[in-house]
């Protein structure tokens, strides 16, 4: 049974950073992209960022460019993000997924659809 398991989340004011972990067990994603996901009350579940696990390409989306930065440890089988900067509208629950298949040179996946594995997630709350 495949699980992804977030931690890191907490309250930070304004300016602060935190990082946030996703552990995964059941099944390796070494070879796979894995990416993050958030969900602020009322709103859509958005992209954050993705990251291939085995070269370690990446994509952000533009409202956290420059200030999350998104990695991996393989032996561990865990990912990773960086949180600096953060914002009060970076108050969200955050996400992190994984596509059941990825076919190696495509592009990295940026839309819900195409995740298949989400843990449950972690809050992160910025105070102004």
């Known amino acids: 049974q495949v699980q992804l398991v977030e931690s890191g989340g907490g309250l930070v004011q304004a300016g602060g950073s935190l990082r946030l972990s996703c552990a995964a067990s059941?099944?390796?994603?070494?070879?796979?992209?894995m990416g993050w996901f958030r969900q602020a009350p009322g709103k859509e579940r958005e992209f954050v960022a993705v990251?291939?696990?085995?070269?370690?390409?990446?994509v952000y989306a533009d409202s956290v460019k420059g200030r999350f930065t998104i990695s991996r440890d393989n032996e561990k089988k865990t990912m990773y993000m960086q949180m600096n900067s953060l914002k009060p509208e970076d108050t969200a629950v955050y996400y992190c997924?994984?596509?059941?298949?990825?076919?190696?040179?495509?592009?990295?996946?940026?839309?819900?659809?195409?995740?298949?594995?989400w843990g449950q997630g972690t809050q992160v709350t910025v105070s102004s």
């Open positions: 990251i291939n696990m085995k070269d370690g390409r990446t």
């Open positions: 059941g099944r390796t994603f070494s070879s796979d992209p």
């Open positions: 997924a994984a596509p059941r298949t990825y076919y190696v040179g495509r592009n990295l996946p940026t839309r819900k659809y195409e995740y298949h594995y």
